[in-house]
C-alpha cells in the first residue's frame, strides 16, 4: 500500500511538472506569435495618416509620391511639381484649416455641412493644389485625384533614417537610428563590463582571500537588485555632468552615459555567474597544472577559464541581454535623440527606450503602435542572435579542448 501511493505521488508530481513545463512553453511561443503578428502589420498600412484623404487636381500628372517626399512637400523643402515629376508649377499647400482663406462661414456653412463641397470645387479648380484633409470631408462625387502612398515597405523601415510615427499628412517610418542607437550603447557597454566583470570574478575566485570574498560576494549580488530607475538618477546626477564636463560638451546626455550604467548595472550579472563557473574547476586539474610548472596565472588563463567557457558565456549572454532591454535607465541618460551616431558622445535613442516612452501615447491598433510592435520583433531578433552567436562560440571553444 505504501509503495502504492509513494508511485502515485511521483506520478501526480511527474504530471505537474509535465503540464507546469507545457503550459510555460506554450505562454511563450503565444508570446512571441502575438508581437509578430502585432509588428508584421505595419507593413501591410500606407504612411498617410490614418482617416486622412491625400489629393490633388485631376489634370495633375504625378501619380503617387513617396512618405520623403511627402513631408518634403509639407516642409516646405520642395516647392515645385516638376522636383516630383509633375509641371513647372509653384505646390500650393491646402489644409482644412485653410478653408476660410477661399469661401466664407456662411459658404462652408455654421456646422461644416458644406466643407466637402467646397474642398471638391477648391481641388477641382486649382491645378497646383495638394491638398490634405480628413476622409469624413471627401465629398461622394469628388472630383479630385486621391493620391494612394505605398504600403511601408521592410527594406523603407529598416533602412530609413527618421523616426517621426506621428507627423502628418506622412508618417516617417525609418528605424535605422534607433537599431545603430542600441548597438552603440550595448556594445560600449559589454566593451566596459565584460572585462572588468571576468577580471573581478578571477579575483574573487582565486585571490581574494575566504573572508573577502564572504563580504565581497553577497555586495555584489546585492547591487544586481537595485532598480534601473536607481543607476538612471545616478547617471543623470553624477556620471552625465562628469562626461560633459570632462569632454567640453554641450550637453552629457550621451551614448557613453548609456554604456557607462548599463555596464555598471551588468557587473553584478557577470561578476556572480563567471565566479560560480570560475570555482567548479576541479582541484585536480588546477593542482596538475601547477605541478607541471605552470604558474597561477598560466594556470587561470590555460585551464580554468577553458574549462568553465560555458559559464562565462552564460554570464556574458545574460549581461548583454541585460543591456540590450534596458529601459528606464537608458531613457534617462542618452538624450533620446533618433539620429545616426557617429561618436559616443552624442545623443543616441534605443529601441527599448522608444517603446518605453512611446507606446502608452499609440493608439492600439494604428500604425504607431505596430510599428512600436515592430521594433519589439526587431529587438528580439537582435537579443536571438547574440545568444545564438554567444553558445557557437562557446561550443567551438569546447570542441577544440
Known sequence: MKRYFHNLGEKIIEGLITISGTVTSITVLLIVFYLFKEGLGVFSQTPVAEGAVLAIHPQNPVKELSAAEVKEIFDQNITNWNQVGGPN??????????ITDYYTEEQIGPDFEYLPQRINELVSKDPNILAFFPDEYLAKDFAGKRLELDNISVSQFLGGRQWYPTIQPAVQMGVLSLILGTLWV????????????????????????????NFLKPVIELLAGIPSVVYGFFGLVVVVPLIQDVFGLPVGETAL???????????PTIISVSEDALRTTPRAMKEASLALG?????????????????????????????????????????????????????????????????LGEAPQGGIHYQALFALGCILFLMTLAINLTVDMVSAKKKANR
Open 186 to 213: 550595448s556594445l560600449g557597454a559589454i566593451a566596459i563590463a565584460l572585462p572588468l566583470g571576468l577580471a573581478t570574478s578571477i579575483y574573487l575566485a582565486e585571490i581574494a582571500n575566504p573572508k573577502l570574498r
Open 89 to 98: 508649377a509653384p505646390i500650393k499647400l491646402f489644409e482644412v484649416d485653410d
Open 257 to 267: 552615459a548609456g554604456s557607462i550604467i548599463l555596464g555598471i548595472m551588468a557587473l
Open 294 to 358: 605552470a604558474s597561477k596565472w598560466q594556470t587561470i588563463y590555460k585551464v580554468m577559464i577553458p574549462y568553465s567557457i560555458s559559464g562565462i558565456s552564460t554570464a556574458a549572454i545574460l549581461g548583454i541581454g541585460r543591456a540590450i532591454g534596458e529601459t528606464m535607465a537608458v531613457l534617462m541618460v542618452t538624450g533620446n535623440a533618433s539620429v545616426i551616431p557617429s561618436t559616443f558622445l552624442e545623443p543616441v535613442r534605443t529601441i527599448p527606450a522608444t517603446i518605453a516612452a512611446e
